[in-house]
């Protein structure tokens, strides 16, 4: 007669105070009390959700059961065919996405190139404008790309702000009223945040982003219903930004949690590193020191290739290959015209234009040492490829850097900017096997556990499914969800 009573009282409960404005029905079994919720307004159609509850205590019980969720993407760039290799790291994370999830569109602006005068199409980046389609389907993932006006020297203060809204809204509108979707995600705090939090305001949906850049805007935080860092370093950077400290953050609101990289394939290690070193025309027995990214002065290119000369110097084993040319959108005209004033660094020195992802894996294998020169990164994914590699590292000791090592000894930090320290540590490496042996092991294991792409996109969906159910539920239930928890801290 109890046991009756227990289940009659904890029906009521659940029926009439947490489900004042859903329409709810409870199942009874042995295991506990089951609630069915049909989530109604702001998606088309009806979301069926399942959760289970104690018997004795009325706690909620995790379930096996979880939301499948339709995610709209918004990013800047994402790859076009005039540049295929914008945004790879975007689309990387969105073809993750796409294993969790029921449906995922990617929503990325385009700029509008008119097609008079017809001088705007001679510059390179113009030129690579002009082939963006406005929709297109890329690995079975739909691209929307609606056009926004861009202004040379003034197109991020609009892009950033309620321009880009205006012109997007229309294509986020059609899109969700025939898709229906859950939330958005960006993946760039600076360019996208401001786009993804006014869309999902008009959408009457979650937002969440990833911040991966030098700047946290205060304003795009406190609109945003989740916030993803990709360190720590970027955490307690918005923390200072909305003048508080970090652990007062909201820990359901501001989580660190890389976005990762892709499992490497498996490659014929030794075949691909013949083929390719005699691609570069470099000796078997030499030490290739690689370096993979956008070459700027902001990545570090310009003190790699003098602590190449100074190693260079002590070791005439060492070769460098630089990864990632793309004249017009880079400074490779400013590096190629430094490597003329030194005819010394001229034959130890490879420029090669930048590549589809899966040529970079085969680059990797071709390397004996990584050579990460960056100022400033929110998370290198270029170096955690190369850890995951077993290809030993040497880098600055920036903070995301520092956060990849955690005192585990798995690569190679000199202090910032110090050149002479790294050419020391790159002459060091290049004669020591064992250690390269050992750096390369410990790195691998340090990646696998906490950077892989899909355990990290899986754990952001789990994130993002509690914010879409505190936002869908009545507000009766988040009031006791709320206060439940506040008790549960307090006696923890």
Same mark, same amino acid.
């Given at each position: ?327 017009? *959108? $880079? ?5 190629? =015209?430094?490597?003329?004033? %030194?005819? @010394?660094?001229?034959? /130890?020195? &490879? +420029? ?64 910032? *900017? $110090? ?5 020391? =540590?790159?002459?060091?490496? %290049?004669? @020591?096997?064992?250690? /390269?042996? &050992? +750096? ?53």
């Amino acid at each position: 007669m109890a046991r009756r009573s227990a289940r009659q009282r904890w029906r009521r409960r659940l029926i009439k105070n947490e489900f004042s404005s859903a329409r709810a029905a409870a199942i009874y079994s042995r295991e506990g009390i089951y609630r069915d919720v049909w989530l109604i307004g702001a998606v088309r159609g009806r979301v069926r959700k399942r959760e289970r509850f104690s018997w004795t205590t009325g706690r909620r019980i995790r379930d096996t059961t979880v939301l499948k969720m339709n995610v709209l993407v918004v990013v800047t760039n994402y790859p076009f065919p005039g540049h295929e290799f914008s945004g790879l790291f975007n689309e990387r994370s969105v073809l993750a996405l796409r294993e969790f999830c029921d449906t995922v569109e990617v929503l990325a602006p385009r700029p509008y190139v008119p097609r008079w005068p017809p001088v705007l199409n001679l510059t390179p980046r113009w030129r690579a404008y002009a082939t963006i389609r406005e929709y297109e389907v890329r690995n079975g993932v739909p691209v929307h790309r609606p056009a926004y006006i861009h202004l040379p020297r003034f197109g991020n203060a609009i892009w950033s702000g309620l321009g880009a809204f205006l012109c997007s809204r229309h294509a986020a509108r059609n899109i969700h009223r025939r898709v229906g979707f859950h939330a958005i995600i960006s993946f760039d705090l600076i360019a996208a945040g401001g786009l993804a939090w006014r869309l999902a305001r008009d959408l009457r949906i979650p937002a969440a982003c990833w911040a991966a850049g030098e700047r946290i805007p205060a304003r795009t935080v406190r609109h945003l219903d989740l916030v993803f860092y990709q360190s720590r370093e970027l955490f307690e950077m918005a923390a200072r930004v909305l003048r508080t400290s970090p652990h007062r953050l909201p820990h359901k609101q501001h989580v660190v949690l890389p976005r990762g990289i892709p499992e490497p394939p498996a490659l014929p290690r030794a075949e691909i590193r013949s083929r390719v070193r005699a691609a570069w025309g470099i000796p078997d027995d030499a030490i290739v020191v690689l370096s993979v990214g956008r070459v700027t002065r902001e990545k570090g290119i310009f003190e790699l290739l003098e602590a190449v000369t100074l190693a260079a110097a002590r070791d005439p084993r060492l070769f460098c290959v630089i990864v990632g040319c793309k004249p017009g *959108f $880079d400074e490779t005209t400013m590096v190629q =015209a430094a490597l003329v004033n %030194a005819p @010394s660094l001229t034959a /130890r020195v &490879r +420029l090669v234009p930048a590549c589809a992802p899966e040529q970079v894996w085969e680059y990797l294998c071709a390397a004996d040492i990584f050579a990460f020169t960056s100022h400033k990164e929110g998370m290198p994914n270029a170096l955690l490829e190369a850890l995951v590699m077993r290809v030993p590292a040497v880098a600055f000791g920036i903070p995301p850097v520092l956060e990849i090592d955690s005192g585990s000894g798995g690569l190679i930090t000199v202090r910032p *900017f $110090d050149v002479a320290l790294f050419a020391e =540590a790159l002459v060091r490496l %290049a004669s @020591s096997s064992s250690q /390269r042996i &050992r +750096l390369a092991e410990i790195g691998h294991g340090q990646v696998m556990a906490r950077f892989m792409v899909r355990k990290n996109m899986a754990e952001a969906l789990r994130h993002l499914r509690g914010v879409h159910g505190r936002r869908t539920i009545a507000p009766g239930a988040a009031a006791l969800t709320t206060l439940s928890e506040r008790a549960a801290e307090d006696r923890s």
